[in-house]
């Protein structure tokens, strides 16, 4: 999916202001907020929230939740702000970055540190890195799921093969799947959502070799490094080698009893079933030692919108600590006060408050987020073009990482 953003060029250095009450006639503002769910659960608890905000606000018309595909999210987002469609406020992920350069969100601390009860220091650093600029916050983080370790139990067993969870290691994750596909056929450990395309999500794996896809900030390629050669070569050994990783074309769904091990985020488990015994871990160490990783998404009020002032009341309302913690049945908060795993626990039938305890509260403070850059289709389409080469049996890791740098490095120091 290729996105180019042109929308505004206000930039980053937008004055914050607080917005004044609003002075808009009764019934005269009608906002729209365009998400990629379309789960009707989601939806109802979007709702109620804008008609308690309604209730209290005479000059909302309306508030509506515009479900858009989430594989065209960005495409059709990009197009109505371009086109002059605008919506009033945004849900984000990779788009995120564009976004804020091109000065086409709405500046949020003053708003919410003002706003009376919000309580903005309640918010984690961690959470609040990926959509802050300058200090400015532009998105809110409503949904923060780290990545975990899911392990199958009844085919590791069925494979006479045991877990050591006090030295939980990508070397033992990888041994052990190599012993489950050789005795069951099936698959070894698998990066949900990778498929040979997405290979943001290996950062769940080269994060432990202490490697990064580019520098802090975000002007020169690492894939080369010789931490993420190294990185690399494990994966490469795991599909080639070892036979722990299914190769390409070959498809082995955790969820439905494919694989003995998936690496996907903490919200995955709603696909459990109950077919199989499960366990739910952090991530496993590399040889950098124990680190984590989220998947995030953010919510903002575009600049373009014709009511900028009221979309960014309501944000407040809708991520104030009341429905914050309504949300979080959901989505995984931000807000440290609503991070036990207990809470957690109360609207989540799948994990217990303890796993929830070790796979998401204990990891939030110092997770790292999937690499995220301006122009993410075109890097993510060029990096993809170019590690198709890395996956056959005798590809040159180090050369293919090289010649991937070279072909995005351009992009990123634009």
């Not at 919506?87 to 970055?97: E, H, N, V």
């Not at 370790?149 to 030295?167: H, I, P």
């Not at 796993?355 to 990891?363: F, I, K, R």
Request: aromatic share 10%.
């Amino acid at each position: 999916m290729t996105t180019t953003l042109a929308v505004v060029a206000t930039g980053c250095s937008t004055d914050p202001a607080i917005p004044a009450p609003t002075t808009a006639a009764p019934g005269s503002v009608d906002l729209r907020m365009t998400v990629w769910t379309s789960n009707e659960d989601h939806l109802a608890l979007f709702n109620s929230i804008a008609d308690a905000y309604k209730a209290d606000h005479s000059e909302i018309g309306t508030i509506t939740f515009d479900s858009l595909p989430f594989a065209d999210y960005n495409t059709t987002l990009t197009t109505q702000i371009a086109g002059g469609n605008s919506p009033d406020l945004a849900w984000m992920g990779d788009l995120s970055k564009d976004l804020i350069a091109s000065g086409a969100l709405v500046p949020l601390t003053d708003t919410l540190k003002t706003t009376e009860g919000w309580d903005y220091e309640d918010l984690l650093d961690s959470v609040t890195a990926q959509f802050t600029v300058d200090d400015q916050l532009y998105a809110y983080p409503f949904s923060n799921s780290p990545y975990a370790l899911y392990v199958n139990n009844d085919l590791l067993t069925q494979s006479g093969q045991t877990l050591d969870t006090s030295d939980l290691t990508w070397d033992q994750v990888s041994a052990i799947g190599s012993a489950v596909n050789a005795a069951t056929g099936k698959g070894g450990f698998v990066i949900r959502d990778f498929g040979y395309s997405s290979w943001n999500t290996l950062a769940t794996v080269w994060t432990g070799w202490g490697a990064s896809a580019w520098s802090e900030d975000g002007k020169t390629c690492t894939l080369d490094s010789d931490e993420m050669v190294d990185a690399f070569q494990f994966l490469h050994d795991a599909i080639f080698v070892n036979k722990a990783m299914p190769g390409p074309g070959t498809t082995a769904d955790f969820f439905a009893g494919d694989s003995a091990f998936t690496i996907a985020q903490v919200s995955r488990a709603s696909l459990l079933d109950g077919s199989f015994a499960f366990d739910v871990y952090p991530l496993p160490e590399g040889p950098t030692g124990a680190y984590s990783v989220l998947g995030q998404a953010g919510v903002g009020v575009l600049q373009s919108s014709a009511h900028v002032q009221e979309a960014t009341d309501f944000l407040a309302f809708l991520t104030n600590p009341e429905n914050a913690a309504q949300l979080a049945k959901y989505f995984p908060p931000p807000r440290e006060s609503l991070l036990t795993g207990a809470g957690l626990a109360a609207n989540n039938t799948k994990l217990t408050a303890d796993q929830l305890q070790t796979v998401v509260v204990d990891q939030l403070p110092g997770a790292v987020t999937l690499p995220n850059h301006t122009s993410p289709a075109e890097i993510a389409q060029k990096g993809k073009t170019g590690l198709d080469a890395l996956w056959t049996a005798d590809a040159d890791v180090e050369g293919v990482l090289a010649s991937v740098c070279d072909t995005i490095a351009p992009l990123l120091a634009n």
